[in-house]
Nanobody, 114 residues
Framework: QVQLVESGGGLVQPGGSLRLSCVASGSIFGFNDMAWYRQIPGEQREFIAGIAFGGTTYYVDSVKGRFTISRDNNKNMVYLQMNSLKPEDTAVYYC????????WGQGTQVTVSS
């Protein structure tokens, strides 16, 4: 049973923008903090942005001011607006609960390259 589905990735030039979307099953979304993570091949998956049910957001320094996380509690959706993209943002992006992560989805590939 697929519970997390990410979409919206692609190839973009440095300085460009992408908007990622994630739909989660109700059992995952609930009242939980949701988050976006990313993973570069050969490295550990890292947390980059989180959002509480009420909308409070928090980010790691490397994406602060460039990425914006949001959620639609009626649709069980989480979004990540990514602006001013850099080559070092290239990774597979995943969404999940911020704490006690559920089974990971397939993620969506973001490639930033000229």
């Amino acid at each position: 049973q697929v519970q997390l589905v990410e979409s919206g990735g692609g190839l973009v030039q440095p300085g460009g923008s992408l908007r990622l979307s994630c739909v989660a099953s109700g059992s995952i979304f609930g009242f939980n903090d949701m988050a976006w993570y990313r993973q570069i091949p050969g490295e550990q998956r890292e947390f980059i942005a989180g959002i509480a049910f009420g909308g409070t957001t928090y980010y790691v320094d490397s994406v602060k001011g460039r990425f914006t996380i949001s959620r639609d509690n009626n649709k069980n959706m989480v979004y990540l607006q990514m602006n001013s993209l850099k080559p070092e943002d290239t990774a597979v992006y995943y969404c999940n609960k911020r704490y006690n992560a559920a089974t990971w989805g397939q993620g969506t590939q973001v490639t930033v390259s000229s």
